[in-house]
């Protein structure tokens, strides 16, 4: 089993096979773009474009169930993630990633790397996985962890 077996849908609507990111190292995010922790897209920004060319990527996954952090639709998420932060990194259609409507990507992340204490449940926007080349889950990372803090598990995965 890996994350290669998911589907989802690209925030333009397209759905895509996340066998697409085969061989990459992923740092999989669930976003939002009216959160205290909305300015990490530009540190992911930043991560994508020094180790892309090595390949990695981040994904991500705007998420509205948290405090209702992500109201707009997909469009106005694209162009907020653009204009804001220069997001070029992979971003996704809304999903909910925790309840009995999770996306079965992130049900199977929180099964592959539980937080605090076993706690399955994403508490909040801005949880992060890192996922090694065949697809497995390596590693969650708290909100509150700034993306730079990840740079060396990444380093090592590439």
Excluded at 125 to 154: H, M
Aim: with cysteine.
């Amino acid at each position: 089993m890996s994350i290669y077996k998911f589907h989802t849908n690209k925030i333009n609507g397209d759905e895509i096979s996340l066998e697409n990111y085969e061989g990459q190292v992923a740092l999989i995010v669930n976003t939002a773009s009216k959160c205290g922790f909305t300015p990490q897209y530009m540190g992911l920004q930043n991560l994508y474009e020094q180790y892309k060319d090595q390949g990695f990527t981040v994904l991500g996954f705007p998420c509205n169930q948290f405090m209702g952090q992500e109201p707009g639709d997909e469009l106005e998420i694209d162009a907020f993630c653009r204009l804001n932060y220069g997001v070029s990194f992979p971003m996704f259609a809304k999903v909910d990633v925790k309840g009995k409507d999770a996306h079965p990507l992130f049900t199977y992340l929180t099964e592959h790397a539980p937080g605090v204490m076993g706690s399955k449940a994403i508490k909040w926007n801005f949880t992060k996985f890192l996922v090694d080349r065949n697809g497995n889950v390596v590693k969650r990372y708290a909100p509150q962890t700034k993306p730079i803090e990840i740079a060396d598990d990444i380093k090592n995965l590439l």
